[in-house]
């Protein structure tokens, strides 16, 4: 199997033993039964799992034919094939699984079943159901209880930028992820889920997709204010359409109409001066990807891409003052 794999930090299992392999995914990921197919003698198995509160990322990969169950859960599931084809059967859907591809929403509480060819590979996004009708719920600016999805319509242009945002999310999160702030971390959660809810088709789809009612112009300044005072933690968007009492709709259109920006531009913007009043503060003991992720920038390359717009100069150019400033 090779050396590197996607999540290779985060890594659960490898192995040729399908024992062990068995008894590890029953304990960790819920599995019923793991078959091997007939090359048993050339079986390898490596499983690595990233999980991020309700949002868990897993890459799998098989050398050999396989066949696995898992019972039923309280997370959704969504196979991202990378390599190699494969069958799976979940809550009365099935699909095959082909390279590139991905299977239809795999439903909460509902068993799963896999048959997988030699040479497998593939990235399963889970995220736990009350995470999703709690984000679901901050968009709309209502209760949700429930949430079906419709698995019928075909949404490819959706589904290809969730699969690049997923992969590029593995991609990040696995390179800088142990030194992401619980706020970057936290904004990386919520905009996974986020994109999630937009690209699949469900029941609340068409009231993400009407125009809002506009919500009164002070809304915009008390929201500021909210960011403003809670700039160091993560943008929480219930938290927000409680302080504008509108829908997240109403308070981002409203934003757009009277700013030209999101609460997201508007929170960038404010954590871009404090992290600029940082660099200007240290010495050279302090760096810039530091402070770059004490701010909640998860991208230092990002990060002063942005610095730069905002203030002409990168952020180590400021940092660099700072050292040669002489000390009082």
């Known amino acids: 199997m090779p050396s590197r794999s996607t999540l290779s930090n985060y890594p659960v299992l490898q192995s040729r033993d399908p024992e062990l392999v068995r008894d590890r995914l029953s304990a960790d990921f819920g599995a019923t039964r793991l ?46 094939n990378i390599s190699g084809s494969g069958q799976y059967e979940a809550g009365g859907h099935s699909g095959d699984i082909t390279p590139g591809s991905w299977s239809s929403i795999l439903p909460a509480q509902a068993p799963l079943k896999l048959d997988l060819k030699r040479g497998y590979r593939q990235l399963v996004l889970r995220i736990e159901f009350d995470a999703l009708l709690r984000n ?25 930028a969730l699969r690049r945002r997923i992969f590029q999310f593995a991609t990040d999160f696995n390179e800088r992820g142990a030194f992401f702030s619980d706020l970057a971390t936290a904004e ?41 005072a809670n700039w160091d933690k993560p943008i929480d968007i219930q938290a927000m359409s409680a302080v ?58 990002h990060f002063a891409r942005d610095f730069r717009l905002a203030f002409g100069e990168l952020p180590s150019e400021i940092l660099r003052k700072s050292a040669r400033r002489p000390k009082s």
Not at 283 to 290: H, L
Request: glycine share 6%; proline share 4%; aromatic share 8%.
């Open 35 to 80: 078959e091997p197919g007939a090359d048993r003698d050339g079986f390898a198995a490596r499983i690595n799992h990233l999980q991020l509160g309700g949002l868990g990322l897993s890459y799998c990969e098989y050398a050999t034919d396989v066949s696995l169950e898992f019972g039923e859960a309280s997370f959704v599931r969504q196979i991202f």
């Open 136 to 160: 679901l719920s901050a968009l709309l600016g209502q209760d949700v209880d429930t949430l079906a999805f419709d698995n019928t319509s075909d949404r490819q242009p959706a589904m290809e």
């Open 188 to 228: 990386v959660q919520r905009m996974v889920i986020m994109k999630f809810l937009m690209c699949h088709r469900h029941n609340y789809t068409h009231l993400l997709m009407r125009e809002p009612l506009p919500s009164a112009p002070s809304t915009v300044r008390a929201v500021e204010e909210f960011i403003e």
């Open 244 to 301: 504008a009492k509108v829908s997240a709709r109403s308070l981002f259109r409203q934003f757009q109409r009277d700013r030209g920006y999101s609460p997201a531009d508007f929170a960038k913007r404010i954590r871009l001066d404090h992290a600029r009043a940082m660099l200007e503060q240290s010495g050279e003991e302090a760096s810039v990807t530091q402070i770059a992720l004490r701010c909640g920038f998860q991208n230092p390359g």
